[in-house]
DNA sequence: TAACTTTATGACAGCGCTGGTCATTTTGTA
DNA sequence: TACAAAATGACCAGCGCTGTCATAAAGTTA
């Protein structure tokens, strides 16, 4: 019923030993040995027991992932793609809600280490922005890979997974700019969050490539949040002169300033064109849906789990600068169109 | 650095299998044993290794939430008060999510609580009203609970946490009738969802009470989500004879008949009360804000392990028919308001 | 108080795997 | 063909705990 790595062994006509150096790659084994067991392995649905590599190696065989972020789909997408990592590679995830502004949690997220044995860790936002954490984590020697917003890999951080909000939000500017909108307003999410500050970077750089200078006004300071988006859409379009477009920095924001609009009986998008960011359900449950940037964080997920497998495993230290970098890609939806001609 | 139970029976001046039985509130212990064994874990605060009693136990000190919901906040939720019950209790959580309409996910099920040796399931609808998951289930001898829609506990069914969705619709239809609504509209959701059902009952038995027959043109089958909303509304404010007021089966429904009935100018709660069920996010990412039902769904994961738990642990066999029933507060917000007089 | 039952405790094997040490076989190279 | 190097196996201990069974202590009865 249960198969062990005693199975796999007389499936693959070698001994324990053999299959044990495949699992954790080992030097010394002939690749049609190692092909030999990965079938018999996937023959046989084998799985390592979690809790028998625990406690017989020095090593650990979990990861963990720490999260206090309102977004649950944005949580739910993460944990998919770790959880598909771990299968892949006998991992068990930990996954620990917590709350990042507890004045404790660097004790707590040793002790998460410590006594649960992981592995490594996979941090986001906000954990992933926080220097006391890396700086803990470095102290106690855990591995861990943070996802956070950049573009350019940097040598000395080699367990970043970096997500280009900078060249998505340029390229989501360029779509309103070739639909002849000029005057285009930047709703910002929160000021800590580097990822608002990145888009926006994006957005200006847009602007100024084509020559038009970011009217201060039309760039409002905000956070990640309907009423944020309903708050600095009213604002705007009470302005003497409105923007024909507005960017906001993601899909709820976005959502509150389409309703902000339709509230004052402007039409999306003939009067004016809402885009989002991170294709989240959101996106989808406005009318009309939004444009916004897909961010694929399943796929960011195994990705950073990949990396963090790498560090932690012995054999694979290629020293190579592995910083994967996502782009978002543009989504082109209902709530944009070429500006209206006054 | 690491204490194990050596250590723990050496300060305790008994052996480890002392000390296990203890740890087990296995019966044939004296007293004194027990407390001399206890102050010697709390000295040295001795925490046992989940590795180690999952691999020599026969029982399992994992247990599984297996999920297919498209809704992120219901997930997130239930994780939290399944992970807090696991921390007290010193289990670990499996999270394992899935498609619920896959063919073989009976196998895929059975094979998840088989290798992972889990010590029981938490089963959310879907799984939970999937008769085939509970047999399979039961045949291999895995002990599960399931969150279910009811109102009335079942002597043969001991193995459930009800959610009682009719008593909660019926408080809610209740406040309608009590503002003066008489001419009430019901947007279902998903039929395949019992919830929808339980709803729908509880609402009609509040009309009834009052003597009031429900309008079988204001009882519109849908699904969870917010287009269905939409479509909903549009085609209840088509009517000559127009409700005064909506019950939507989830906030989802709710905002999508929220933004129907703005786009066609009509004032929310002025001359349309809505109220929806849930307690979502959603429910606060509209304007007005929705008056909901209040679903505790972290209380409600945490009352699930704990049956599970003690349906599990080999002393509690208490056979009385603990099965909790929470019934889904209405929380009165905005959405609201005593019928127009014409 | 002997004989016996019950209760309390310990000795020991083993869960599935890793890590080490050697011995042995297979392969590649001069 | 001889020899070094690479690949594999056999075997053992042990991770921290539980299950089984044997044994010791305590309680009961006549």
Redo the contacts with the bound molecule.
Sequence with gaps: M?V???DVAARA??????V?RV??NE????Q??IDKVNQAMQELHYQ??AA??N?????SYSIGYIYDNPNAYYVIDMQRGLLDACRRHGYELLIHPTNAKSPGIVQEVIDLVQHSRLAGLVLTPPFSEMPEIAEALSSINVDFVRIISGSTPSPKQTNCVLVDDFTAAFKITNHLLELGHSQIAFLCGDDEHSSSGERLAGFKAALTKRGINANPKFIVPGSYSFESGVKGATQLLALPNKPTAIFACNDEIAAGALFSARLQHIEIPQQLSIVGFENSPFSRQTWPPLTTAHQPNSTIAQSAAELLFKHTRPGNHSQTEDQPVFIPELLVRESTAVVASE
């Design positions: 249960k062990t790595i005693h006509g070698v001994s324990i030993k053999t044990s699992m954790n030097p010394s084994v002939k049609a040995t390592p027991s028998a590599r406690l017989a190696s020095t090593k």
